[in-house]
């Protein structure tokens, strides 16, 4: 069964400073990663999607790593900003039968302080 | 493209009471998701659709749920006899195989029984 780790559960960072979000999985039989950020008490926007086969996505001030041999994505905001401070959620999916069901990490809770 | 609809945004409830909600995917997206969130916790998986077809579902579906997709287009999920461990966040997402697997989400319905 598959498990999806972020660690930490929160963090919080001063303006400028570059963020590292972590998420291990515990399956590396995976089709696909997708970060996710989430306002509180609004659904899912996604950030960034990396097939099995990629190494890395990068949109903007965003990038996110996939090490599927060691189970291990990392995202990274560039110069964080006050409007940065959300829960980012990774998961991976694993394609199953037509579809591709998604297994979340538990997310990380960031505030970035101006 | 409008996006993900889901219809009501929030719903309280009195336990024992059925409910239902109803989810509008991206137009095109043949594939469609629900997943529960709770507080503080990552979204999990309950069931998916590949046009009208029900494909799989999650053991966290229990007899009181039921999901449909009648015309492969919108979805909805019931909850019958409600039970104040069923206040969650229910979400739910579509996704195509031109999107290679990225699933979007839409707001949520946000459900309290009391």
């Known amino acids: 069964k598959q498990e999806v780790t972020q660690i930490p559960a929160a963090l919080s960072v001063p303006e400028g400073e570059n963020l590292v979000l972590n998420c291990s999985f515990t399956d590396s039989a995976i089709y696909n990663l997708q970060w996710f950020r989430q306002d509180p008490g609004k659904g899912l926007t996604s950030l960034l999607l990396i097939q099995s086969s990629q190494r890395e996505q990068t949109s903007g001030r965003l990038n996110a790593s996939l090490d599927k041999s060691s189970g291990r994505s990392t995202l990274y905001i560039a110069a964080s900003q006050p409007g940065d401070s959300a829960t980012y959620l990774c998961a991976v999916g694993v394609v199953k039968a037509a579809g591709n069901k998604l297994t979340f990490g538990g997310g990380t809770r960031v505030l970035v302080k101006p | ?114």
């Not at chain 2, 999920?77 to 461990?85: F, P, V």
């Open chain 2, 1 to 114: 493209d409008t996006g993900v609809s889901q219809d009501p945004r929030h719903k309280i409830t009195k336990r024992g009471q059925n409910v239902t909600f109803r989810c509008d995917p991206i137009s095109e997206h043949n594939r469609l998701y629900w997943y529960r969130q709770t507080l503080g916790q990552g979204p999990e998986f309950l069931t998916y659709f590949q046009n009208e077809a029900q494909l799989e579902k999650s053991r966290l579906l229990s007899d009181r749920f039921s999901a449909e997709r009648p015309k492969g287009s919108f979805s909805t999920l019931e909850i019958q006899r409600t039970e104040q461990g069923d206040s969650a966040m229910y979400l739910c997402a579509s996704s195509s195989p031109e999107t290679r697997g990225e699933q979007y989400f839409g707001p949520g319905t946000r459900l309290t029984v009391t």
